[in-house]
């Protein structure tokens, strides 16, 4: 008996790869420039929905390749329903998280943005004791199309509730909807974060390729300096990213300004010490000159006192960086607490004193499980 193929899921697909799948269909050429289109600016989930295909294509795609990559489990909102965070299953049963964060024009930084939070991989190797994901370790990296999925599905979501609000409706979920028309442009998404589940760099070939796609002028096109990127702080990433010709942001992941403290946070820090990947940091800057955002947990009692702002204030002097403050998504039953709003405030203007730029990220979706692997955690 003859095996069957699998289905060749498109969004795994860079560009060229869609065209050389479809001239091997005896396709011509702008076929696939109508696919590419369907996938990423009209947000199709089924071939059937590509009416600027023969029929017959229209059946092939839909007997031999597929467009969902993700299933819906669960979905929360926040409150004040600015928040939302998804629990999508993979094809072989393995879960991430996706977060979507909406700011209000008239809400202080960030203001106006609607940013989409995606995973490259399921689970996370680098064991930062504070953060549900690392502790649950890796399962495997993230396909390119898995990545692209979560920012569709995202805006998707925006689709559907921008036809929502046209309709006088409201309030149902929206992420796994077919919404093949695009959102307005004043409810697309305007930021992506690479600061889900697992390390980016750790899967850096498949993330790139999806940066790729979602930045392509005839796609989704998404501008390169509207995507950041989170790293712990691997420094052969930093440097491989320096070269890249995709002008993205880069995040590095401190949380302390000394080897011994970073090292107990984040043992990766005993691989790669601070001065190598602020040796790699400082490369990326002279090469690309670009600021780089240090990110900064802050955690009651363990890395918020003044001591540490002043010794961080000393490390980061000089560089051309932000840090962005961030008080800790608590992990249940963990020992590692949020700092609290005086501490943060004073950490904050020590370094503010000290001449390094300094924001405090607002604390969203805590009610909704936001954190990085929390809800996930939860459902296993």
Known sequence: MQDILPRVPLLDLTRPQLASLLAGWGQPRYRSDQVWD?????LATDPAEMTNLPKELRARLAAETRLELLALIHEQRSNDGRTVKWLFQLHDGLTIETVLMSYPPDEGPGQGRRTVCISTQAGCAMGCVFCATGQAGLARNLTAGEIVAQTLAAERWLAGEAQNDEQGGGGESQAAAHAPRPAPAA???TNVVVMGMGEPLANYERTWQALAALTDRDGF???ARH???STVG???GIQ????EPLQVNLAVSLHAPNDALRGQLAPINNRYPLAEVLAAVRDYIARTNRRVTFEYALMEGINDTPALARELAVLLRGMLCHVN?????PV????YQPSSPERSSAFQAILERNGIPTTMRMRRGVEIDAGCGQLRRRHA
């Open 38 to 42: 369907w996938l990423y600016r009209q």
């Open 187 to 189: 409810r697309r998404l």
């Open 221 to 223: 096109n998404l501008g």
């Open 227 to 229: 995507i950041t990127i």
């Open 234 to 236: 691997l420094p052969h």
């Open 240 to 243: 491989r990213m320096a070269a």
């Open 325 to 329: 403050l961030i008080p800790l998504n």
């Open 332 to 335: 249940a039953e963990s020992p």
